[in-house]
């Protein structure tokens, strides 16, 4: 099991950070890439065809600005892509509403702005579907997170 991360600028290698997080605690493997959809389009496509090659399942794209990484990859494969909007511009909103708004028959699923740890949960729910272990751990980070949550805040808090 192997997810693909790419990003397309230096600058968002913290924004990112995230997803990696969440991969290394369920024990999914990983490879990181900055690519861009514009400035090196060929290099994008050459680095995708390997990763199908090397059976990379799930694809996480960051990107800011006009944000086409995601939706470019998602153009050029079949393995699903989750977008994750940076914060470059405007907020981050102009990349929101790039990754989101794809054409009918290209999906690029989208978690909220700079939310890259989210990427790397979501990406680990669709391999959970596939691998037993994931699954099981899943399920017991659901619970854990549920008994903190109660734990920590279960009794009422002082204002």
């Known amino acids: 099991m192997k997810v693909a991360i790419f990003f397309g600028s230096k600058s968002d290698t913290d924004t990112m950070k995230g997803a990696a997080k969440a ?3 369920f024990g999914v493997e990983y490879k990181a890439f900055i690519l861009s959809a514009h400035r090196v389009p060929e290099k994008l496509e050459e680095t995708l065809e390997q990763i199908e ?18 939706g470019v990859i998602a153009s050029k494969t079949i393995l699903p892509v989750i977008g994750i909007p940076v914060n470059a511009a405007l907020n981050g909103l102009d990349a929101l509403f790039s990754i989101v708004q794809m054409p009918k028959g290209i999906p690029v699923a989208t978690v909220g702005i700079n939310n890259s740890y ?3 949960m979501l990406a680990v729910q669709m391999l959970s579907l ?5 699954k099981e751990k899943l399920i017991n980070y ?8 109660i ?9």
């Open 142 to 149: 659901r619970k854990e997170m549920k008994e903190n949550f």
């Open 23 to 25: 991969l290394k605690e």
């Open 53 to 70: 090659k090397e059976g990379f399942e799930v694809i996480i794209a960051g990107a800011g600005l006009a944000a086409h990484l995601p």
């Open 151 to 159: 734990k920590e805040n279960g009794e009422g808090v002082d204002l």
């Open 130 to 134: 596939k691998y037993p272990e994931i």
């Open 118 to 120: 989210n990427a790397g």
